[in-house]
C-alpha cells in the first residue's frame, strides 16, 4: 500500500520569499515521485517528477525538489516567490502493483503568495 | 502536439441518472487514466485502460465504468447518480503504463449531481 501526506492544506508566502512545500510518502516498492500545480478549473500540470538517479529533481518555473529515501519525503522548494505561483499543489507516489501503476495524490496544499 | 481535452466542461445530472464523460488523449499516448476529485481533496484514482483493456482500477464500485477507443479516447460512465458523485472528473493520459513519463491532465469535467 502507499500513501502520501502533505503537511498544510495552506500555505502562506510574500511575493519573494521562499516557498516550502512538504511531502511525506510511504510505499512498499521504490517509488515514482511528482508534484503537480492545479490553477482554478484547470487540470493538474506536471512540475516535476522523480523516478532514479539524482535525488535533487528540478521542475518548471524554478521550482525544484529533493528525494530523500532515509526522510521518505520529497518536498518542493523555489527559493522566491511569485504571484503567478498562487495555485494548488499536489504531491503523487506511483508504485507498482501486480504490472499496474497506480498513482496516489496528496489533498493538496494551497499556496497564497501575498505582495 | 495536442493535450487532453474533455468533454463537456460542466454538466448537471439528477440522482439515478446515467452520464457520459469523454476525454480524447493527447497525440501519441496510449494510456488513459481516469480520476474523481471532490472539492478540495486530492484526486483519487478511478481506473486506467491501455490498448484498449482495462490496466487497474481503485476502490469504487461497478457502475463507474469505462472504455477505451481504437484511437485510444476513452469514456467514462457512473450509471446510478449519487450525489456523493458531484466532483471535477479528470482524464490523463500518458504513454504506456509506466508512470515515469508522467500524464497529461484535461481541465476536466464539472459534474454535477442534484
Known amino acids: 500500500a502507499q500513501s502520501v501526506t502533505q503537511l498544510g492544506s495552506h500555505v502562506s508566502v510574500s511575493e519573494g520569499a521562499l516557498v516550502l512545500l512538504r511531502c511525506n510518502y510511504s510505499?512498499?516498492?521504490?517509488?515514482?515521485l511528482f508534484w503537480y500545480v492545479q490553477y482554478p478549473n484547470q487540470g493538474l500540470q506536471l512540475l516535476l517528477k522523480?523516478?532514479?538517479?539524482?535525488?535533487l529533481v528540478k521542475g518548471i518555473n524554478g521550482f525544484e525538489a529533493e528525494f530523500k529515501k532515509s526522510e521518505t519525503s520529497f518536498h518542493l522548494t523555489k527559493p522566491s516567490a511569485h504571484m503567478s505561483d498562487a495555485a494548488e499543489y499536489f504531491c503523487a507516489v506511483v508504485s507498482s502493483s501486480g504490472g499496474s501503476y497506480i498513482p496516489t495524490f496528496g489533498r493538496g496544499t494551497s499556496l497564497i503568495v501575498h505582495p | 502536439e495536442t493535450g487532453v481535452t474533455q468533454s463537456p466542461t460542466h454538466l448537471i445530472k439528477t440522482r439515478g441518472q446515467q452520464v457520459t464523460l469523454r476525454c480524447s488523449s493527447q497525440s501519441g499516448h496510449n494510456t488513459v487514466s481516469w480520476y474523481q476529485q471532490a472539492l478540495g481533496q486530492g484526486p483519487q484514482f478511478i481506473f486506467q485502460?491501455?490498448?484498449?483493456?482495462?490496466?487497474g482500477r481503485g476502490n469504487f464500485p461497478p457502475r463507474f465504468s469505462g472504455l477505451q477507443f481504437p484511437n485510444y479516447s476513452s469514456e467514462l460512465n457512473v450509471n446510478a447518480l449519487e450525489l456523493d458523485d458531484s466532483a471535477l472528473y479528470l482524464c490523463?493520459?500518458?504513454?504506456?503504463?509506466?508512470?515515469?513519463?508522467?500524464?497529461?491532465f484535461g481541465s476536466g469535467t464539472r459534474l454535477t449531481v442534484v
Open positions: 485502460y491501455y490498448r484498449e483493456e482495462e490496466n
Open positions: 490523463a493520459s500518458s504513454l504506456n503504463t509506466g508512470s515515469h513519463y508522467g500524464y497529461t
Open positions: 522523480y523516478t532514479t538517479g539524482a535525488t
Open positions: 510505499s512498499s516498492v521504490p517509488p515514482y
